[in-house]
C-alpha cells in the first residue's frame, strides 16, 4: 500500500451551503424518482456509472439542453466502447445552447495585460454571432467544413466558434505564439477553409504583431481560402487598407486579395452583416465541434475530434454538479485558446454566467494582475495552473492582504498536480471558506475524469472525487483494481464525451493505439494515479514519464511535491536516465535569481525528498539550468527532456513554447 501523510482537512462545506447546491439538487431528485437512498456521493456515483442510460437521460434533462429532439436512445452498444454512439436520434446545435439566454446581463469581459477592458452582452453576443455566421457562410462555409482560430483568448475568438458551431462547421484554434511549422503541423492536417486571426497579442509587457505569421500559414496551407483579421492591437499596417471600405461598396469579402487566399477585416464583416440572423443548424448529437490537439513533442500532433453534444453535455454536468456554476457567477480561467480549458471556459455561457476572458502574461503588474482581476470583476470561480499557485507563493504574495478576495468562492487548478502545501497555502492566503477543487482530466476527453464537488470535503493534496458518469478505476499492470495503491487510471465503461476519433484515421487503428491497446476495450489514460480509502485521488504523474530505479515505479509528482516546497527553487523537471542496466533519477532546477546551486542546497533538497517521500526518490543527480522545456499550454515537457539528455532528436520542437531551452540538456557533462 501506498504510504500518504495523515489525511489534513481544509474545509468542509456547511448544511447550508450544500443545500444550495445543484449538486445536491440533483442528488435528491434522483433519490426521489428512482426510491434510492444514497449513503454517500460513492454511492451516487456507482449508481451513475451501473446505469449510465438512466444518468445521461437525467442529466440531459436537468441540464435542459436545447435540441430538436433529444430521441430515446441513450447510448446504442455501450458495451463496445471505442464504438459507442451517444443519443443517436437527438438533433441540436451547440451554439443554441450557449445563446439561450438574450439580455443585457453581461456574457464576456475581455480583460488585457495593458489594462483595457472590454465587455458584451448576452444580447450583443447573439447579434455579433449572427452577423459573424452570415459573414462564414458568405465565405461558401457549409456544414462539416474547418475554421481554423490563430487567436489569443479575447472575445472575438469565442464570437468566431460559435458562428463557426452555429453554421455546423467545426472549430479548431492555437494559440499565436505558437511558430509557424508547429501550427502548421497542426491546421495542415484538417484542412481549414477559413481561418481568423487577431493583427496581434500582449504578452510580458510586449506587444506581437502576429499577421505575417498568420499569412505565412495561409501560403503554406492551400485550404485556407479566407484569412478574417481582427483589429485587436491596431499594430499592423495593413489593417488600415482593410478596414477602410464602406460597407455600401458591396461585401467586405470581396476586397484584398493575397496569392491563394482572400484577407478581410472582422470588424468591416461585423459591421455589413449586423442586423442579419442566421438559424443554428441542428445537427447529430455526434457532429464534430472541435478538433484539438496532442502536444506534439513525440511527432506530428493527434488530431482529436470532438463531438458537439458530448461536449456540451459532460461540460454541462462539470460545471453545474461538480463546480455549482450558476448565472450569478462570474467565472474565469487563465488559458490560451491552443488548451482545452479554453474550451470548457467557454462552456460556461451555457449557465448564463459573466465570463472573464484575459490576454497577456498571468505575472504582469508585479503578478497581481490575476489578483486585480477577482477583486475589480468580483470573479467567485477563479481557475488557473498548478504552477502559477506556486510562484504566487514563492512571490510572497498574501492576496488576502493585498486585495479584496470577498466574492470568491472557488478555486480551480489544473495543468499539474497541485502540491499539498500549495493547498494548505491557498487556505491561509486566500480565504478559509472556499472549494479548492484540483481537477484532472485532459485534451483527450476535453474534459475531467477526477474533479472537485461542492458537498465533498477538501483533504490537501488530493482531489475530491471520479466526476459523475465516468467509471474511472486504477488498474495494476495486468488489469486488477487496486485501492491506496498506484497504477494506470483507467475507465472501463463508454461516456459521452470520449473522441468520436482521429482526423484522417479512417481504419482506427491510431485512436485505438492511443488509448485501448494496453487493456481491451478499457480507455487507459495515461496517468499514475491512485484512489484513496477515503475515495479522493491523487494524481502521480504521467505514465509514460514515470521513475523506475531499481524497478520501483515513482511517478514524477511524487518528487515535484517536495521540490515545490523550497522557496530557492523556482522550477524544475525529474527524468530518468538509463545508467548501465538500471535507470537513475535526475533532477534539473531553475533557481531563484542570485541563488546558486551550492553543495548545502543540494543536500537540503535531497534530505526534503528522503524525509517526506522515500530514499528511491531521492535523484542521482541534481543539475541547475537556467530554463525548463513546457508545451503551448505551459506544462513540463519530461519526454523532451529524457529524449534530449539521451542524445535522442526531439521531433517538432516547435510545439513546445521555448525550444531554445532544450540545449541546457544537451551534452551536460553532469549526465556523462
Known amino acids: 500500500m501506498s504510504v500518504q501523510p495523515t489525511p489534513l482537512l481544509l474545509w468542509r462545506p456547511t448544511p447550508a451551503q450544500v443545500q444550495q447546491t445543484q449538486m445536491q439538487q440533483f442528488w435528491s431528485h434522483i433519490e426521489q424518482k428512482y426510491g434510492y437512498r444514497f449513503s454517500d456521493y460513492r454511492a451516487l456515483h456507482a449508481w451513475s456509472v451501473r446505469h449510465p442510460e438512466n444518468f445521461w437521460a437525467e442529466m440531459w434533462a436537468f441540464c435542459g439542453i436545447v435540441a430538436d429532439t433529444a430521441g430515446s436512445t441513450i447510448c446504442d452498444d455501450r458495451a463496445n466502447m471505442e464504438g459507442a454512439t451517444w443519443f443517436p436520434d437527438a438533433k441540436l446545435n451547440f451554439s443554441d445552447n450557449l445563446l439561450r ?10 480583460l488585457s495585460e495593458f489594462g483595457d477592458r472590454r465587455t458584451l452582452s448576452y444580447l450583443e453576443l447573439n ?24 487567436m489569443p483568448n479575447i472575445i472575438e475568438t469565442v464570437v468566431a466558434m460559435l458562428a463557426c458551431a452555429r453554421v455546423g462547421a467545426v472549430w479548431t484554434s492555437c494559440s499565436p505564439d505558437f511558430g509557424v511549422n508547429a501550427a502548421c503541423d497542426r491546421f495542415a492536417q484538417v484542412e481549414p477553409k477559413v481561418m481568423f486571426t487577431s493583427d496581434g497579442y500582449c504578452y510580458n509587457a510586449k506587444i506581437i504583431d502576429s499577421v505575417a505569421k498568420a499569412r505565412q500559414l495561409c501560403e503554406d496551407i492551400a485550404s485556407i481560402q479566407r484569412l478574417i483579421v481582427v483589429p485587436f492591437i491596431g499594430t499592423s499596417r495593413s489593417l488600415h487598407a482593410i478596414d477602410e471600405p464602406s460597407v455600401t461598396r458591396g461585401s467586405p469579402l470581396d476586397n484584398n486579395a493575397r496569392g491563394n487566399f482572400e484577407e478581410s477585416c472582422y470588424s468591416a464583416l461585423l459591421n455589413h452583416y449586423m442586423g442579419e440572423t442566421v438559424p443554428a443548424v441542428p445537427l447529430p448529437f ?8 496532442s502536444s506534439g513533442t513525440t511527432g506530428k500532433p493527434k488530431c482529436i475530434v470532438h463531438s458537439a453534444g458530448g461536449t456540451l453535455l459532460q461540460h454541462r454536468k462539470e460545471h453545474l454538479l461538480h463546480t455549482n456554476l450558476t448565472l450569478d457567477d462570474v467565472f474565469f480561467y487563465f488559458t490560451t485558446c491552443g488548451w482545452m480549458m479554453w474550451n470548457w471556459l467557454v462552456s460556461g455561457l451555457a449557465s448564463g454566467c459573466t465570463i472573464v476572458l484575459y490576454d497577456g502574461s498571468p505575472f504582469a503588474k508585479d503578478g497581481d494582475v490575476l489578483l486585480d482581476a477577482i477583486e475589480t470583476e468580483k470573479i467567485s470561480i477563479f481557475g488557473v495552473g498548478a504552477k ?40 491561509r492566503s486566500f480565504k478559509r471558506d472556499l472549494c479548492l477543487s484540483s481537477i484532472s482530466g485532459g485534451t483527450d476527453i476535453v474534459s475531467c475524469f477526477v474533479l472537485g464537488n461542492p458537498l465533498l470535503p477538501v483533504y490537501a493534496g488530493e482531489i475530491q472525487c471520479l466526476g459523475l458518469g465516468m467509471d474511472v478505476a486504477i488498474w495494476d499492470q495486468d488489469g486488477a483494481s487496486l485501492v ?41 489514460h495515461g496517468d499514475y494515479g491512485e484512489i484513496t480509502e477515503r475515495g479522493t485521488v491523487i494524481i502521480h504523474g504521467r505514465s509514460d514519464a514515470v521513475l523506475n530505479p531499481g524497478g520501483v515505479r515513482i511517478g514524477t509528482a511524487e518528487i515535484y511535491r517536495q521540490v515545490e516546497t523550497i522557496t530557492d527553487i523556482m522550477d524544475s523537471v525529474v527524468v530518468g536516465q538509463q545508467w548501465g542496466e538500471d535507470e537513475r533519477v535526475v533532477l534539473f532546477v531553475v533557481l531563484r535569481e542570485e541563488v546558486l546551486l551550492t553543495e548545502a542546497l543540494t543536500d537540503r533538497i535531497r534530505e526534503t525528498i528522503r524525509g517526506n517521500a522515500t530514499p528511491r526518490h531521492v535523484p542521482a543527480v541534481i543539475i541547475a539550468v537556467a530554463d525548463i522545456p513546457r508545451t503551448m499550454s505551459g506544462k513540463v515537457s519530461e519526454i523532451a527532456v529524457k529524449k534530449t539528455i539521451h542524445g535522442l532528436s526531439v521531433e517538432n520542437a516547435d510545439a513546445l513554447a521555448n525550444p531554445a531551452s532544450l540545449v541546457y540538456f544537451r551534452h551536460h557533462p553532469a549526465l556523462a
Not at 101 to 110: E, H, K
Not at 131 to 150: H, K, N, Q, Y
Not at 497 to 515: C, V
Request: hydrophobic share 40%; aromatic share 12%.
Open 286 to 293: 455526434n457532429h464534430p465541434l472541435y478538433i484539438l490537439y
Open 101 to 110: 439566454i438574450n439580455d443585457n446581463s453581461t456574457a464576456l469581459v475581455g
Open 484 to 524: 491506496a495503491q498506484k497504477g494506470e487510471l483507467v475507465c472501463t465503461t463508454a461516456f459521452p464525451s470520449a473522441p468520436i476519433g482521429f482526423w484522417n484515421d479512417e481504419s482506427g487503428d491510431r485512436y485505438h493505439q492511443a488509448y485501448f491497446a494496453r487493456y481491451p476495450n478499457v480507455w487507459a
Open 127 to 150: 447579434q455579433h454571432v449572427n452577423a459573424m455566421s452570415a459573414a462564414l457562410l458568405a465565405a461558401d462555409v457549409t456544414v462539416g467544413d474547418r475554421v481554423a482560430g490563430f
Open 388 to 427: 502559477y499557485l506556486d510562484a504566487l507563493e514563492k512571490a510572497g504574495k498574501t492576496p488576502h492582504r493585498s486585495h479584496n478576495v470577498d466574492s470568491l468562492r472557488t478555486i480551480l487548478s489544473t495543468g499539474s498536480p497541485l502540491s499539498r502545501h500549495s493547498f494548505e497555502w491557498i487556505y
